[in-house]
Structure formats: structure tokens, C-alpha cells
């Protein structure tokens, strides 16, 4: 797995161009100079649950805010939320406003840690986390590198927390 991932990252570095942009370098069209006009960044997403007590227990166990709906339970951190799908919406054919394939587990999200590396184990440890790889150097969405350890939640959905140095 980790060589897959650092394959990937490889590929994502080399496609910058000679000025250190993100795009396609035959085809300039594609490239991507900067902010897409009006886009600001992510509002939420969703992805479908399975084992919905388990689920809760373990966002609240991190330390989420837990909004339980009859369809939908959110979960928030920061300005940023996460809807989880209740089988009974997530199974129903009437439901079209989703990815068709998707079933769980089909999550990898990387939560930002504003922490020490310490206080995220700490952290793991106090709620029964199994670390599958970590803490590991990884290049991050604030574009410089950070230590990332990956954990899976009850629908075996991969979460990666990102320490960023200070």
C-alpha cells in the first residue's frame, strides 16, 4: 500500500509544470492557474454508513459533533461536516443524489490535527484505535509536508490525521 501511495504522490509532483503548477502539461487548457473562480472549498460530503451505533459512537469518541437525523446523521468539526447515510436512504432505489456505486466502506478522508504527534496518539490510544500505518511523512492539501497516521472507523472508512509543523 505504501508504495502505491508514494507512486501517486510522485506523479502528483511531476505534474507540475516548469513554473510549479498543478495541470496538464500536454494540454495546456487543463492547467490550473490558480483558484477556480467562486469555489472557496469543500461545504461537506457524504459517503453511506453501515454500522450506524458504532459509527456515532466513535465520531463522538473523537470529539465531533454529532447531529442524528432520520436519513442523515452529520458529523462537524470546525466549519467542515461529514453527512453519513443511513442504510435505509443510502439502500432505497428513489435515492439518485449520490455516487451509484458507492457502499461502505468508500471513505479516505485527512482530518488537519492542530496538535503535537504526542497528543494524537494519545488521543488514538484513549479511544481504542488501531493505527494501520504512522506516523508517516506525507505531502499535504496546504501544499508542504506534514506526519500522517491512518486509523479506520467502525465501516473500515480510512481516516488520516495530518500534523503540520508549527
Not at 461537506?44 to 437525523?69: C, K, W
Not at 488537519?112 to 488521543?123: F, I, N
Not at 506534514?146 to 472508512?157: A, E, F, M, V
Request: one cysteine or more; glycine letters at 10%; hydrophobic letters at 35%.
Amino acid at each position: 500500500m505504501e508504495v502505491g501511495h508514494e507512486q501517486f504522490q510522485t506523479d502528483i509532483l511531476q505534474a507540475r509544470d516548469r513554473d510549479g503548477r498543478l495541470g496538464s502539461r500536454s494540454d495546456p487548457s487543463r492547467r490550473c492557474d490558480g483558484p477556480i473562480p467562486g469555489v472557496r472549498g469543500f461545504d461537506h460530503v457524504a459517503i453511506p454508513m453501515q454500522n450506524v451505533d458504532a459509527m456515532l459512537s466513535f465520531y463522538r469518541a473523537l470529539g465531533f459533533t454529532v447531529n442524528e437525523g432520520p436519513q442523515v446523521c452529520s458529523v462537524y468539526f470546525g466549519m467542515q461536516m461529514i453527512n453519513l447515510h443511513r442504510p435505509g436512504l443510502w439502500q432505497g432505489a428513489a435515492f439518485a443524489l449520490r455516487a451509484p456505486a458507492a457502499r461502505p466502506p468508500c471513505g479516505d478522508f485527512c482530518f488537519v490535527w492542530e496538535g503535537t504527534a504526542d497528543s494524537l496518539k494519545a488521543m488514538l490510544d484513549k479511544i481504542g484505535a488501531t493505527v494501520e500505518t504512522g506516523p508517516v511523512n506525507r505531502q499535504g492539501g496546504r501544499q508542504k509536508a506534514g506526519s500522517s497516521t491512518y486509523i479506520r472507523d467502525p465501516d473500515r472508512n480510512l481516516l488520516e490525521f495530518i500534523v503540520y509543523p508549527a
